[in-house]
Nanobody, 117 residues
């Protein structure tokens, strides 16, 4: 599945950003079969899971973002979003959306989040 991410940018510490990821070429009945996630990767580090929302709408967060980030999906719009509040300098990195179904996994291009202190 093709994924297009957007919404990154520059924000001051304590501020908010909303990332969005759309699957423009995926039909509704396909999109709802994917678990959707946001990962992030700092230079020199492994890509780490930030948040996941399953096909059933169950959400899971890493300890580092729990309570500050909210993942949601709009199946009719084939979109997954990540609302990021109370941003910290440690949150500054490239964020990637991911779609997973069984052994199939797809990545969007990264979107850069910069947090100024």
């Amino acid at each position: 599945v093709q994924l297009q991410a957007s919404g990154g940018g520059l924000v001051q510490a304590g501020g908010s950003l909303r990332l969005s990821c759309v699957a423009p070429r995926t039909i509704f009945s396909e999109f709802i079969s994917y678990d959707m996630s946001w990962y992030r990767q700092a230079p020199g580090n492994e890509r780490e899971l930030a948040a996941t929302i399953t096909t059933a709408g169950t959400t899971q967060y890493s300890d580092s973002v729990k309570g500050r980030f909210t993942i949601s999906r709009n199946n009719s719009r084939k979109t997954v979003s990540l609302q990021m509040n109370s941003l910290k300098p440690d949150d500054a990195t490239v964020y990637y959306c991911n779609a997973k179904r069984g052994l199939e996994t797809s990545w969007g291009q990264g979107t850069l989040v910069t947090v100024s202190s």
